[in-house]
């Protein structure tokens, strides 16, 4: 038998603590194909099917079970080691992130700053502007980013995610009427955040399995997800903001849910960074602290 690559072992370890090829590969920051493609190979090295897959799930078989049982722990005696080793010291030098302007202000802010507070050392800089950068052009270590990610050179890790929430302002429903369904939201004034790639086409779901598709008229365009909800709530338009941006206006009233029974795609929250397959220690330790502050996991250095 050749010798098996030690990658591949775990890229088998995260589908088997994932529960499947999609949670791996979010966890591991690479695609699906790529994590199918490296149990596809350990198996044929290895001679043995290691999972059963379904519609549904996916599960360990009896060698599966067994090799993860005896190689796991022998994996993260390994990649402890490595991680002692990378970690070794205070984290020193600039780090430099950048994210949405909303995002640094509801959210991230203050967890950069308990970030900060954890490593003196270490020169922590914010650029909070909602235009993309180029991270290798502006010298930038990781980006936080909402939404759906699209195909680029950059790897990527999932964070968490959020809602996204259609909204309006009292005044303005009260022009329009409360809309039942998404086709009386076609043609209603829109204040569309130009950012995102469709700002004025939504496609709605409801519980029973009925899906439908709003496109609006633009009453104002705005690159900043600031200015739209200050927009939304001066009653120009309706809107789409992500939870954490109107939960204080849904609670007390400035802006009220349009479709409550109806949703739109969840959107995830990714820490961005150039390729290659390590990334330094102090970014890691970083996507590592916001995994573990998110909701996604602890996100031990050994899942890199």
Not at 57 to 86: F, K, N
Not at 94 to 115: E, H, K, M, P, Q
Not at 271 to 287: E, M, S, T, W
Request: net charge positive; with cysteine; hydrophobic share 45%.
């Amino acid at each position: 038998m050749r010798q098996t690559d030690l990658n591949r072992l775990q890229v088998f370890t995260a589908v088997v603590e994932a529960g499947g090829f999609t949670a791996a590969a979010e966890r591991l920051g690479i695609t699906k194909s790529q994590v199918s493609l490296q149990v596809a190979r350990l198996e044929a090295e290895l001679g043995h099917a290691l999972f059963t897959r379904s519609t549904r799930r996916v599960a360990a078989t009896e060698a599966g079970q067994q090799l993860y049982a005896d190689s796991a722990p022998l994996l993260a005696g390994l990649q402890g080691a490595l991680a002692r080793l990378g970690s070794a010291g205070e984290l020193e030098g600039r780090l430099r992130i950048t994210a949405g302007a909303s995002y640094s202000d509801g959210v991230l802010g203050s967890l950069l700053a308990d970030f900060a507070a954890q490593h003196p050392r270490l020169e922590v800089e914010l650029i909070a502007s909602d235009i993309k950068l180029d991270l290798l052009a502006e010298g930038i270590d990781v980006a936080v980013r909402g939404g759906i990610l699209r195909d680029s050179s950059l790897r990527a890790v999932k964070l968490g995610g959020f809602a996204q929430v259609p909204v309006a302002a009292p005044g303005l429903f009260a022009r329009m009427g409360r809309p039942s369904a998404p086709e009386q939201l076609n043609g209603q004034p829109w204040v569309a955040l130009t950012v995102l790639a469709s700002p004025l086409t939504w496609h709605f779901t409801h519980p029973d399995g009925r899906r439908a598709t709003v496109r609006a008229r633009a009453a104002m365009r705005v690159n900043s997800a600031n200015v739209v909800r200050e927009c939304a709530r001066a009653g120009v338009g309706c809107t789409v903001l992500p939870d954490y941006m109107v939960r204080e206006e849904l609670a007390d009233g400035r802006l009220l849910a349009l479709l409550p029974d109806w949703q739109l795609p969840g959107a995830g929250i990714y820490a961005v960074y150039p390729a290659g397959r390590y990334p330094p220690v102090k970014v890691r330790a970083f996507i590592d602290f916001l995994r573990g502050r998110l909701g996604e996991g602890s996100g031990a250095v050994g899942s890199w």
